[in-house]
């Protein structure tokens, strides 16, 4: 059996991965803090046949991304209390009996709208069903946020609004306005770098009093942001919420706290740098 010895490995998991700027990000904090760790990015096709392969190249930590979070949580011999109640991880580490699982895709969504807002006594739109929405409902909730969930697929949409017991809307059924929301947060894959489809809501919906983020953040620009860019919104990048969990993960792989000079604002110029270069 071939191990690393000299070096940790950590690395993100999902498909598509090619996009992802954990790597960059990752890389550049371990370099600043003298760590000697290398972060990859996998393309995982068959998780569980997959997840069997990543064991045995004794890779320690993992960031888990579409569409494998969900999956994760059901493969992790242990999660804590909050992934419990989303459902979903997007954070493992190895340890003597098998994949402890996180989730902080919760903290990376609240920390980074609180950066621009106030969320208590808000009312958010939720597009999409899956992980990163499960997280998103789960976290804007603990604020004090009311939320309504709208996803294409209306099965899907009702078992996460019943999950968190907050209302949903078919994304067919929405007003062309927006005006009874706040905040709104894209939490599906549309408009990821490589993929084609229409926008999700049309840029009537949009007005300058809502706060938006998109959870995709490579492109920074996706049709999504640019409406809401045009409306006058308040924008929060998915980079923000990218950094944000990245620091939890990498806090609770690590052990320690991240330092904010060498270590918080090394991995945001990283993500700037290579969004930069795109």
Not at 28 to 49: C, R, T
Not at 230 to 241: H, P
Request: charged residues 20%; hydrophobic residues 45%; contains cysteine.
């Amino acid at each position: 059996m071939i191990r690393p010895v000299q070096t940790d490995l950590f690395a993100v998991i999902g498909n598509p991965v090619k996009h992802s700027l954990s790597p960059a990000m990752m890389n550049a904090v371990f370099k600043s803090l003298n760590i000697p760790a290398v972060y990859l990015a996998l393309q995982v096709d068959a998780f569980m046949e997959d997840m069997e392969t990543i064991s045995r190249m004794g890779i320690q930590g993992l960031s888990v991304t579409l569409p494998h979070k969900e999956a994760a949580f059901r493969a992790a011999v242990e999660v804590d209390d909050t992934a419990k109640a989303i459902g979903a991880v997007n954070t493992l580490r190895r340890w003597a009996g098998g994949w402890e699982g996180r989730n902080t895709d919760w903290l990376g969504a609240t920390r980074a709208l609180k950066e621009v807002t106030s969320l208590e006594g808000k009312h958010a739109l939720i597009l999409g069903a899956g992980g990163v929405a499960r997280a998103v409902v789960y976290g804007l909730e603990r604020e004090g946020v009311a939320v309504t969930v709208s996803n294409r697929s209306i099965e899907r949409g009702e078992a996460l609004a019943k999950t968190f017991q907050c209302a949903f809307i078919p994304l067919s059924d929405l007003n062309r306005s927006g005006k009874d929301f706040d905040l709104v947060v894209q939490c599906t894959s549309v408009g990821l770098q490589g993929t084609q489809a229409a926008p999700l809501l049309p840029e009537s919906f949009f007005h300058s009093a809502m706060t938006v983020m998109d959870t995709v953040y490579r492109p920074l620009w996706t049709p999504f942001m640019l409406s809401a860019q045009k409306a006058g919104c308040k924008l929060v990048s998915g980079s923000e919420m990218l950094l944000s969990q990245g620091v939890a993960q990498l806090e609770w792989w690590l052990g320690r706290d991240i330092p904010v000079r060498e270590g918080i604002q090394v991995m945001r110029d990283a993500l700037a740098r290579a969004l930069t270069h795109e």
